[in-house]
């Protein structure tokens, strides 16, 4: 079982070292997303995928040069609203490429191959709980669309950081699903990524927030409506295996 990792930057799945395609072994530094990926897998699997050598990351650079190849869909979207419309297909077919790249190495690897997207949900709080749901629809129909069965949306809501900061402040665990009705905009007065920073007391790095993750992170005791659909459905695709 291979475990092929996309995102959108260094502090979240991470990045490769500016190898096209994708990057594993030495080659791919990790994000404090990929170490959360890696927790669910050796909590299920009672291994890490990074020790095993079993993963890779493909950026979202690459995956977006293989956006040509794609025919009109079959399915037709939900498109609420205009700019929304964009950014639905935008996952869309995010999800339909990483799926044609997964099942390529799945082919030259003779393996299974999972695919985990991490997109952050963003959004100002007056979005409400739609934005969420259609990012994360949207994902899961473009995996759909390929027909491929291994595909994990990893959508936090409504950014990365409420998952971190519900793990790392100090009443840790407490109250967080309050956390995903905030604002994912960085400019606003109750920023989640200024509040991540005051926590740690320190520059946030990508170096740092793995180390934080490793360290203090306990994915057992997450109860966040985002992270528990990002666990479900991983955990649903490594037992299918």
Known sequence: MFFL??????????????????NEADD?????????????????????????????????????????????????????????????????????????????????REDDVIAVLFRDSDGTASAGRGLWEDKWQSITDGFDEEEFTRGV??????????????????TAYQNCMALEDRSGNDNSPKSLKKELAAILGKEITPELLCEEVRNKL??????????????????AVIDAE
Do not use: H
Not at 7 to 17: A, F, P, R, T
Not at 35 to 44: A, C, S
Not at 153 to 170: R, T
């Open 153 to 170: 949306p990893m959508v936090p809501k409504p950014k990365s950081e409420a998952w971190l900061i519900c793990a790392l402040k100090k």
């Open 28 to 108: 791919f530094l990790p994000g404090p997303m990929a170490v959360i990926v890696d927790q669910v897998v050796d909590t299920r699997l009672k291994y890490s995928m990074f020790d095993a050598s079993c993963c890779g990351f493909v950026s979202e650079v690459d995956v977006a040069s293989r956006a040509g190849e794609l025919k009109a869909a079959k399915k037709k979207l939900r498109l609420p609203g205009k700019r929304q419309a964009k950014e639905t297909r935008y996952f869309f077919n995010t999800a339909r490429v990483l799926s044609r790249i997964a099942s390529d190495e799945a082919k030259q």
């Open 218 to 235: 306990n994915i057992n005791k997450i109860k966040m409506s985002s992270f528990k659909a990002f666990r479900d459905r991983l955990e």
């Open 5 to 22: 990792l996309s995102g959108e930057g260094v502090s979240d799945m991470g990045s490769g070292k500016g190898k096209a395609g994708v």
